[in-house]
């Protein structure tokens, strides 16, 4: 039995500039940080001659080829095991569609997993690009490569994104006593709305491919404020990155109409006027996570909990996609 597990993510600053369609040309840059709440794999060895494969489905083939779930399909040919008796079986500690990343996280756990039966090591920016490989080039997903990669790597990680497709990735320089802060004063929101991710990002993708002003003029804006949210962290000064939490949404729904609601606007205003500094939706945006900043949460929980929102509690994960059991 070989069991894995990948960290899903929250975006502290430059969101979007992950994709393609934005690096190539002008190079992207972004933080992120790996939460321990969970995408996990189990696998193992059966004794018929058959695929067994687990999800929100059940699917039982003879070939990978023949599998409908499309991830698990292209890790399987990629990783040449067409044919195997293999029974997989995936779950995970937040549900796919809500902003954390899950589908990269999904694919570098199923990816570990495939690695382990083979017996292979697998280096983590290795995973990342594997993951980047079945995702973007193999599925043609209008995506970036941030949850792949911070999924891989765990941590408190900053990413730079070149315009060859390389990656370059460090740990952000926290002190030990900002970081504490940080993970003691975040707190995530569930909206209960859930979406694809590449519902909306296909709209950057081919505002960007079609050198739309206004959208790079966007991107180009919130890279900075990646930046300069990298220095606010780095530097201990905790409101100034609440402040740039408040500007990036501001930029972030200018992207599309669908980046947010009236429901997710009338929550956003009441968590400010309930002790948050600063936040921001999630991920790709229309649904999921509100992330918000705060020195007195207790009065935050009780407005949003008041409002319906439940609250996820986390801390920072810093082993990034590895092997529980193998």
């Not at 999800?55 to 890790?75: D, G, N, T």
């Not at 570990?112 to 995702?135: D, F, G, M, N, T």
């Not at 600063?278 to 935050?300: E, N, V």
């Not at 920072?316 to 193998?326: A, I, L, P, Y």
Request: net charge neutral.
């Amino acid at each position: 039995m070989i069991i894995t597990r990948s960290p899903l993510r929250i975006s502290l600053g430059g969101g979007g500039t992950d994709l393609p369609s934005y690096y190539q040309e002008h190079e992207g840059f972004l933080v992120a940080a790996a939460i321990d709440k969970y995408v996990y794999i189990t696998l193992h060895h059966t004794f018929v001659p058959e695929l067994i494969v687990k999800y929100s489905k059940l699917e039982r083939v003879q070939h990978a080829r023949q599998l409908q779930h499309p991830i698990i399909r292209e890790a399987l040919l990629q990783r040449g095991m067409d044919g195997a008796s293999l029974e997989l079986c995936s779950m995970a500690d937040i549900p796919a569609g809500t902003g954390l990343g899950s589908s990269g996280s999904f694919t570098t756990a199923l990816l570990k997993a495939l690695h382990a039966h083979q017996k292979s090591l697998v280096h983590p920016r290795e995973l990342a690009e594997e993951a980047c490989h079945i995702e973007l080039t193999r599925l043609q997903e209008p995506i970036g490569k941030q949850d792949q990669y911070i999924a891989a790597f765990g941590g408190l990680t900053c990413f730079r994104f070149h315009k060859d497709g390389s990656v370059e990735a460090w740990p952000l320089k926290i002190d030990t006593e900002t970081l504490y802060n940080l993970e003691d004063e975040l707190l995530l929101f569930f909206t209960g709305y859930s979406r694809q991710a590449s519902e909306i990002l296909r709209e950057q993708d081919q505002k960007s491919r079609a050198l739309d002003g206004a959208m790079l003029e966007n991107l180009h804006f919130v890279k900075q404020l990646g930046l300069d949210s990298c220095k606010a962290l780095e530097t201990g000064d905790l409101p100034r990155f609440a402040e740039l939490m408040n500007v990036h949404w501001d930029w972030k729904k200018k992207r599309s109409g669908a980046m947010s609601n009236t429901h997710i606007d009338a929550w956003y205003e009441l968590a400010l006027q309930n002790g948050a500094l600063g936040g921001k939706l999630i991920g790709a945006g229309g649904g999921g996570f509100l992330m918000f900043y705060a020195h007195d949460k207790a009065r935050l929980r009780h407005a949003l909990g008041a409002a319906g929102l439940r609250e996820v509690r986390f801390r920072f994960d810093f082993e990034g996609t590895r092997s529980v059991v193998q």
